[in-house]
């Protein structure tokens, strides 16, 4: 989210501009009580609001368009189709890792039993990921 010096030199710019929000001029009127200074000052407060909203909104959507974008890459990776990475936008195959390290598991198991068991059930499975930036899209727990 931009800070508020950011929403403030836009709204500076705007009024300098000439590109009042009509809508916001009149609230700020009449919250006024019809003074030229109070009106710019009341302006400035609730359309600087308004900016912070628009951000937030802009942040909300952007925030739920990638969710879904990342479940449509689960589905088709669980599909075994190619995938589109929502982050970099790079198409095709998903690099298939183990999530675990065998070696890991064996020494564990080896040396103590209960450790190398929790470990290789917590650890078993596969993930899958983008092979351009490495966004993981889906990680199957069990092999």
Known sequence: ???????????AKEISDGQIDRTTWTRAFAHSGGTEEATKSFYIRFRVERLREEVQ???????????????????????GQPVTCPNCGHHGEPIREARGNALVCFL???LYLIPGIIYYLCRSGYRYRCAKCGTVFHEDLIA
């Open 1 to 11: 989210m931009p800070d508020d010096d950011f929403l403030y030199t836009q709204v």
């Open 57 to 79: 909104e802009a942040a909300e959507a952007a925030r739920k368009q990638h969710q879904a974008a990342m479940q449509t890459a689960k589905q088709r990776v669980q599909a």
């Open 108 to 110: 564990l198991c080896f």
